[in-house]
């Protein structure tokens, strides 16, 4: 029995939404992989269309975290600051290339008080948002600081990380010019997709979950093919730690087995295309 929400009709994602920033973007593909459309296209997706995908977003206090979770899932903005307690999640469902996928949005505390509770939440993320407010360069150089602590619960080789400028309303053309060009360059530094947003205008805010999503789902997609493709050749199989984990308990180590011997991170292509997320598989003898 399928106990999630049907997908919303504006939650279909056809095509891949782009980047905003090419110079900071995970990657800047014009469409899906071509084996995640050829899987999509050949019912060959296994189980991604029955996951539901963590995705955490951490931040200072008052960063705007939350109103930007409801500005996309409830299409409202509240102007009056409550701050979060602890944590607070949200689903959305969407559909991507014809196969159902489940995001859950968890929004934690930014104030330092609630830090703790907020932070035993963060294990399991397959995308991490850290959001930072344009108008507040101290909040983008807490960034690094969030990031941090969000990846000792986990692996940074398994995870799709994003920074994300808020409050874009607030900035005079003059100002965001200085800040995006510190930004970009951190993203940079972190390996994280850029973005900048309004909660109050909505700008970009679509946009960017949709890339949240596409980017989250295809690398799920690679991951079950690499797994569903090792079992069918019979003589490799991949060692989990906890299979309800199966794409966060990959070895950061390089895969000594790994016909490809190339260890791109989550989502990347390499350039032989075989190998598309990070492993580790043991061939038996
Ligand atoms: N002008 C403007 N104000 C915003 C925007 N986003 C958030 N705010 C305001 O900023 C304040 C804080 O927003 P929240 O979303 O509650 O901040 P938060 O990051 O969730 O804060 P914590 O839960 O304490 O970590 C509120 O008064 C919001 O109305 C935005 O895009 N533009
Ligand atoms: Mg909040």
């Known amino acids: ?67 930007l979770i409801n500005r996309f899932c409830k299409d409202t903005f509240d102007k009056n600051y409550k701050a979060t307690i602890g944590v607070d999640f949200e689903m959305e469902r969407f559909e991507v290339l014809g196969v159902p996928f489940s995001l859950q949005l968890w929004d934690t505390a930014g104030q330092e008080r609630f830090k703790c509770i907020a932070s035993t939440y963060y294990r399991g993320a397959q995308a991490i948002i850290i959001v930072f407010n344009l108008n507040d360069v101290a909040s983008l150089e807490h960034t690094r600081q969030w990031l941090a602590d969000a990846l000792k619960e986990n692996d940074p080789a398994n995870v799709l990380l994003f920074l994300v400028g808020s409050k874009k309303d607030l900035s005079t053309p003059a100002q965001y010019v200085l800040m995006e060009k510190d930004a970009l360059k951190l993203a940079q530094e972190l390996k994280a997709e850029y973005w900048a947003v ?19 789902f295809e690398a799920n997609v690679l991951a079950e093919l690499e797994k569903s493709g090792a079992r069918r050749i019979g003589d490799v199989v991949r060692i989990h730690s906890d299979d309800s984990n199966l794409y966060l308990t990959a070895s950061k180590k390089k895969p000594t087995c790994c016909p490809c011997k190339q260890v791109p991170r989550l989502g990347e292509r390499t350039s032989a295309g075989c190998c598309a997320v990070q492993h580790r598989c043991l061939r038996l003898l």
């Open 198 to 216: 309004s909660s109050l205008t909505g700008e970009n805010v679509r946009e960017f979950f949709f890339r949240v999503a596409a980017l989250t």
């Open 1 to 67: 029995m399928n106990i999630l929400a049907p997908v919303r009709r504006d939650r279909i994602l056809a095509e891949l939404p782009q980047c905003l920033r090419k110079e900071a973007a995970l990657h800047v593909h014009k469409d899906f992989h071509p084996r995640v459309t050829c899987a999509c296209q050949e019912h060959r997706t296994g189980t991604v269309g029955f996951k539901i995908s963590k995705v955490i977003v951490v931040g200072d206090l008052s960063v705007g975290k939350t109103c």
